[in-house]
């Protein structure tokens, strides 16, 4: 019987990103984008120390000088670099639309595997990819008026619009060589202790960027602020510790681009907790497109 280890990882990395984007939604909104990254790094590095010193015995990463780089790289280029773009992105052309740019992320991480790592997609496997991103941009186009360039309520000009798409695509280059990285990296190494070498860059950069910002005071003041520190705590738990180290598991046992579009659910895994919730009306485009992202991921599993 194959071996689904990768496959099944990434899936439930798609509910930990769940139920960290709606934890990270409300405190965002409180502390900005700058302070919220690196807490939540920091909070991610508290419990990947515990868990290592518990587990693995040891408080600091166990990894040979080539892991160190691969993966400190990978920090930098997927949590620093990635992240700045995107949320930069969010300003200039929306959240919904920056949403459905970084919805490209799993067949850039295809093709970056491939030219890198030299992994191949058979068939079947390009087929369920295609079909698990149209559902995707069903989900996400909802909200989104291209025709008129609209996000919302928001009239998008053409100069931030190219240039919000282009730090968008920024974003998904990011995050998409960030995971390549990783796998080049980790090798055979505890994805746990792997992901912790990646916060690590991850703090030490977003630390260089705050200082470069001169935001040290809106940090202050987001540690404050207990509502949100609150929903942080539980965003990091899933986030930077369990969600992003099983996304190494993910990889090290099946190809980056089966489990990019596998992480990429988020959106659809969304959408029953928001209609339990009542935040937002479910409209049946949205349906329709979950059923046919349901359908792309079953084909991983033939």
Known sequence: MQNYTG????????LCWTVTAMAFESAGKRV??????????????????????????NLIPVATSYQW????????????????FLFRSFILIGARIAMLIMALVPPITALIGWLTL?????????????????GIFMVLSVKVDLGSLKSGKKTLKAGPLV?????????????????????????DMD????????????????????TFFRRWKNFMGALKDLKAMKAMTLGSFFG??????????AVQYTNTGI???????????????????????IKLIEVVGAIISMGGVLLFFL
Request: hydrophobic share 60%; proline share 3%; aromatic share 6%.
């Open 7 to 14: 496959e099944i990882a990434a899936l439930i990395v798609a």
């Open 69 to 84: 780089f691969w993966l400190v790289l990978s920090g930098l280029v997927g949590f620093v670099l990635g992240d700045l």
């Open 259 to 281: 489990a990019a579009t596998l992480m990429a659910l988020t959106p659809v895994l969304i959408i029953p907790p928001t209609l339990i919730m009542g935040k937002e009306k």
């Open 163 to 187: 240039l919000g798409i282009i730090l968008a695509l920024g974003g998904a280059i990011g995050q998409a060589a960030g995971l390549v990285l990783s796998k080049k990296g980790m090798q």
């Open 240 to 249: 930077p510790f369990l969600g992003v180290s099983l996304s190494l598991l």
């Open 191 to 210: 994805p746990f202790m792997a992901t912790q070498i990646r916060i690590i860059a991850g703090v030490v950069g977003f630390t260089l960027v705050i």
């Open 32 to 57: 900005g984008a700058l302070s919220l990254n690196l807490i939540r790094l920091i909070m991610g590095l508290v419990f990947l120390g515990i868990y290592n010193a518990i587990v693995n015995g």
């Open 118 to 134: 030299g992994e191949r997609l058979n068939g079947l496997e390009f087929l369920g990819m295609g079909i698990t991103i149209l």
